[in-house]
């Protein structure tokens, strides 16, 4: 029945990680849980049907390709330019910390230097799914710091396309098998590598930025929505395909520039839409996929070298995380987020420790421990995130607002929207911030208003802005899902507060109003009534003739 082996992996994944979706989700558990056990229990280690083990990771990978589309459509280059400060230094301080510790490790467990090098590299890099779904999930990615985590996965994921090609390059110096030399050794390698990123980024930002926009125009006026859906899927696999193969630069990072790219145009929200259920589907077997290649007898085997391999991951990494972002003078919120972002290990170690292996650098073993680090970490990385949601409430900042005890209105979000309103309020009535951000949190109370730091989203946070005596809430955040959610628990603490809510669409704000928003305004319906404002007065009607 070998030709039937696609769908049978197909039905088997996503079949099975329903079932244990739905059974972890019924004990309370996240549903990825049961995503890894399905693969587990379909995976070569356990009795009974195996599904295909060489087609299950190229489906995994579709997943990761679509996520990271996703991510791009939701970024642009200004954003990736504004982090590039912290996530630059941030993921290379990071990744030689964990390399450092990996060493140790190796160390310790009598493995060569060049072992440690791999087993150090491959616990430094964290999973794009892991972390985009534990950003998603939170709606955290268009926040600063959700971007600078994503700007930091994006650093680090250069990196680590510069670690596999370099790898063979230097195998025969740090102990390994040594391929052929190519020409120039291992300058020579590092070179080309360097010039095949730096011509995908030129060709993604020269070509790709002119073409792309034009095909989805074109497309769009056919009025063809089947069409449409089809060119954006197409585009954002033959991107990452063809910057894989043209370019040697991974899936990931193809597929992310192609999403970027895209953003830069107007149907880009449509996009993104389009892809969205294909996206989630494959992003399931990416975790199944994971699930089956995990050997668990190494737990019995070697339990504290798994355990080392897992402090590794989960404390080594995030203190340094931690620490670095201290020293960028970012707030504890940013610092915790991006900790707990980064505190697991996925796709990218699991080709680092093949590769490793396969050039004899790395002892089979090694990979067995990276695998359990893997799934222990993707398995303890949603309850990280549960500790972050209960502690930074407690770190909002400046405890209960004198105003929150009379009559006030409560404004979310001091940004461009925000700080306007604010300054407008000013004699018309007392207003209690709230900021999530702390440089902005501090800017707040630099101009005169009550601020309480912390993220809206949180009923406690709400709660203690004085919700309840509210007479209006202004919700000036950018995200109209967020901007949802706030107005829901804002009507569960109070139902007769006014809620004034920012949108961007026509569908924004049917939904914002729906769940209770008094008004909810489009942004560039705005612009031009400002626009209009400015325009010539109407001419005053000719007078009658006579
Ligand atoms: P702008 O898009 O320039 O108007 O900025 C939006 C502001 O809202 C930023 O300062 C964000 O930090 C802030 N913000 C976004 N989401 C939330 C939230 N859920 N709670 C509190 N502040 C938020």
């Given at each position: 029945m070998h030709h039937t082996s696609l769908i049978a992996t197909i039905v088997a994944g996503l079949g099975l990680a329903f079932v244990f979706g739905a059974i972890a989700n019924r004990f309370k558990l996240p549903v990825l849980v049961g995503y890894l056990i399905a693969g587990v229990v379909v995976g070569?280690?356990?009795?009974?049907y195996v599904a295909d083990t060489e087609l299950a990771p190229q489906l995994a990978e579709i997943g990761v390709i679509l996520l990271m589309f996703g991510v791009g459509l939701h970024f642009s280059v200004k954003d990736l330019m504004a982090v590039r400060k912290i996530a630059i230094p941030g993921a290379v301080v990071q990744i030689l910390a964990a390399t450092v510790m990996g060493i140790g490790l190796a160390h310790l467990l009598g493995w060569s230097l060049g072992a440690g090098i791999v087993f150090g590299l491959a616990l430094s890099v964290a999973s794009t799914v892991v972390l985009l779904r534990a950003l998603q999930e939170r709606r955290l990615i268009e926040t600063d710091r959700g971007r600078i985590a994503v700007g930091w996965l994006i650093v680090e994921d250069l990196a680590m396309v510069l670690a596999l090609v370099l790898l063979p390059a230097v195998s025969g110096m740090l102990g390994g098998e040594a391929p052929p030399?190519?020409?120039?050794g291992v300058a020579g390698a590092f070179a080309i590598t360097i010039g095949k990123v730096v011509a995908f980024v030129a060709v993604m930002m020269i070509i790709g930025r002119r073409v792309i926009p034009w095909i989805l125009h074109r497309i769009a006026h056919t009025g063809s929505r089947e069409l449409f859906r089809l060119a954006v899927l197409a585009i954002a696999l033959g991107v990452a395909f063809g910057s894989a193969a043209l370019f040697g630069v991974s899936f990931a990072l193809g597929a992310f520039f192609a999403g970027m790219i895209m953003a830069?145009?107007?149907l880009s929200q449509q996009a993104a839409n389009e892809t969205l259920p294909l996206r989630d589907a494959f992003s399931v077997l990416f975790f199944v996929s994971i699930g089956m290649l995990f050997n668990w007898s190494v737990l019995l085997r070697e339990p504290l070298a798994v355990l080392a391999t897992l402090a590794i991951i989960v404390i080594g990494k995030s203190v340094a995380a931690y620490l670095i972002v201290l020293v960028f003078k970012r707030p504890q919120s940013v610092a915790l987020t991006i900790s707990a972002s980064l505190a697991q290990i996925g796709e990218f170690s699991f080709i680092l420790a093949g590769l490793g292996v396969s050039l004899k650098l790395l002892p089979p073993e090694g990979r067995d421990l990276i695998l359990a680090g893997a799934i222990l970490s993707i398995l303890i990385n949603p309850l990280l995130f549960r500790l972050l949601d209960k502690s930074l409430p407690k770190i909002?900042?400046?405890?209960?607002?004198?105003?929150?005890?009379?009559p006030h209105a409560v404004l979310v979000g001091y940004g461009r929207v925000g700080k306007a309103v604010a300054e407008g309020l000013k004699n018309r009535m007392l207003l209690v911030v709230i900021e999530d951000e702390g440089d902005r949190a501090a800017e707040v109370r630099e101009a005169g208003f009550e601020v309480l730091q912390g993220n809206a989203v949180r009923p406690e946070v709400l709660l203690q802005a004085g919700l309840a005596e509210a007479t209006h809430l202004f919700v000036?955040?950018?995200?109209p899902f967020e901007a949802a959610r706030i107005i829901e628990q804002a009507k569960a603490a109070n139902p007769k507060v006014k809620i004034i809510a920012r949108a961007y669409t026509d569908a924004d704000v049917d939904l914002l109003t729906q769940i209770g928003a008094t008004h909810a305004l489009i942004g560039e319906q705005e612009i031009a009534r400002g626009m209009l404002a400015l325009a010539p007065r109407p001419k005053p009607a000719p007078a009658p003739a006579h």
């Open positions: 070569p280690f356990t009795p009974g030399p190519g020409p120039g830069e145009s107007e909002a900042e400046g405890g209960t607002p004198v105003a929150a005890n009379q000036a955040v950018p995200n």
